[in-house]
């Protein structure tokens, strides 16, 4: 198994930057893939970044190329997502996935149902 602790979540005006932290633990040795989801009150929970083992291959959605970026240490078996140019829309629980299964597509996984492991969310609020 994996256990993973999200950091890094909080309030901050629109503009503003934050920075996730997800630190992973246990068999970290079986992860393949990581990646960041969101959660806003009502709404189903989206797909936001992920990146490969290596760290080359990175992956983000639309809503948030640009702004964010995805990044991993695998000697700290963490994961960052820093956030920059927020939007009062980007507000929700942000989620740590990670993937233990090899990744056999071109495509970086960008479904829920392709991670096997989640943190327990940080909350990050960005106002207008």
Aim: aromatic share 10%; with cysteine; charged share 15%.
């Amino acid at each position: 198994q994996v256990q993973l602790v999200e950091s890094g979540g909080g309030l901050v005006q629109a503009g503003g930057s934050l920075r996730l932290s997800c630190a992973a633990s246990g068999r970290t040795d079986s992860i393949y893939g990581m990646g960041w989801f969101r959660q806003a009150p009502g709404r189903e929970r989206d797909f936001v970044s992920a990146i490969g083992w290596s760290g080359i291959s990175t992956y983000h959605a639309d809503s948030v190329k640009g702004r964010f970026t995805i990044s991993r240490d695998n000697a700290k078996n963490a994961v960052y997502l820093q956030m920059n140019s927020l939007k009062p829309e980007d507000t929700a629980v942000y989620y740590c996935a990670v993937r233990t299964t090899p990744i056999v597509s071109t495509r970086l996984p960008s479904s829920s149902t392709e991670y096997h492991y989640w943190g327990q969310g940080t909350q990050v609020t960005v106002s207008s």
